[in-house]
T-cell receptor, first 114, second 111 residues
Framework: DTGVSQDPRHKITKRGQNVTFRCDPI?????LYWYRQTLGQGPEFLTY????????KSRLLSDRFSAERPKGSFSTLEIQRTEQGDSAMYLC????????????FGSGTRLTVV | AQTVTQSQPEMSVQEAETVTLSCTYD???????LFWYKQPPSRQMILVIR??????QNATENRFSVNFQKAAKSFSLKISDSQLGDAAMYFC????????FGAGTRLTVKP
C-alpha cells in the first residue's frame, strides 16, 4: 500500500467549468475525509465518509460541491460551475476507525480557477 | 465550536538549537485528542506527535515533545536539536469527532 493517493496533483480550469478530483485511501481505512486548504491557512474540514456513507458536511460545502464514495473505496469530489474563490489545495485523508490515532493525508490536488 | 489558535505565523531556529511552537484551543469537551502535523513544502502532511487529553504525561517522539496544559488549554511543541529537515509548516490539531486545525506556524531552520 502506497498511502493515500490523490489525482490529479494540479488542475487549472476556467471559471464556470466543472472539475472532479479523486482520492484513493489506504485500503483498510474505513473513514475518508476531504479538507480544503488555502494559502497560509490550515486545512478546513469539508466532509467525511464512513465506508460509503457521507456522515457530515461542512457549511463550506455549498450546493456546487458534491462528494461520493461508492462501495466505500475511492472517493470523488466534484465542484460544479467553479469560481475563483474555489482556488485552493484540496486534501484527502483517511483513517482506521474514528481517527483518534490520526489521519493519513494525501499530497492534495491544487486547483487554480482562472 | 472548537477552535485552534496558533499565535506564531513564523518561527526561526538555528540548526541544533531548540524551538517551541505554541498552540491554544477552545473546547467544552473533557475527552479529546491533540496532534501536531508537519507539512513540508509541496509535500503531504505527516503526523508528528499525538496527545490524549486524559493522560497527564506529556507525549514524546524522539526529538519532539509536547507541553500539554489541560486547564490552560495549551499544547506546545518543542523540537530539540533542530535539523534542516525540520523546516516546514506545523499545524496543531484538535480531535473529538473530526480533526480541526490551526492556521499553522512556518518554521525556518538556519544552518
Amino acid at each position: 500500500d502506497t498511502g493515500v493517493s490523490q489525482d490529479p496533483r494540479h488542475k487549472i480550469t476556467k471559471r464556470g467549468q466543472n472539475v472532479t478530483f479523486r482520492c484513493d485511501p489506504i485500503s483498510e481505512h474505513n473513514r475518508l475525509y476531504w479538507y480544503r486548504q488555502t494559502l497560509g491557512q490550515g486545512p478546513e474540514f469539508l466532509t467525511y465518509f464512513q465506508n460509503e456513507a457521507q456522515l457530515e458536511k461542512s457549511r463550506l460545502l455549498s450546493d456546487r460541491f458534491s462528494a461520493e464514495r461508492p462501495k466505500g473505496s475511492f472517493s470523488t469530489l466534484e465542484i460544479q460551475r467553479t469560481e475563483q474563490g474555489d482556488s485552493a489545495m484540496y486534501l484527502c485523508a483517511s483513517s482506521l476507525g474514528s481517527g483518534a490515532y490520526g489521519y493519513t493525508f494525501g499530497s492534495g490536488t491544487r486547483l487554480t480557477v482562472v | 465550536a472548537q477552535t485552534v489558535t496558533q499565535s506564531q505565523p513564523e518561527m526561526s531556529v538555528q540548526e541544533a538549537e531548540t524551538v517551541t511552537l505554541s498552540c491554544t484551543y477552545d473546547t467544552s469537551e473533557s475527552d479529546y485528542y491533540l496532534f501536531w502535523y508537519k507539512q513540508p513544502p509541496s509535500r503531504q502532511m505527516i503526523l508528528v506527535i499525538r496527545q490524549e487529553a486524559y493522560k497527564q504525561q506529556n507525549a514524546t517522539e524522539n526529538r519532539f515533545s509536547v507541553n500539554f496544559q489541560k486547564a490552560a488549554k495549551s499544547f506546545s511543541l518543542k523540537i530539540s536539536d533542530s535539523q534542516l529537515g525540520d523546516a516546514a509548516m506545523y499545524f496543531c490539531a484538535y480531535f473529538t469527532y473530526d480533526m480541526r486545525f490551526g492556521a499553522g506556524t512556518r518554521l525556518t531552520v538556519k544552518p
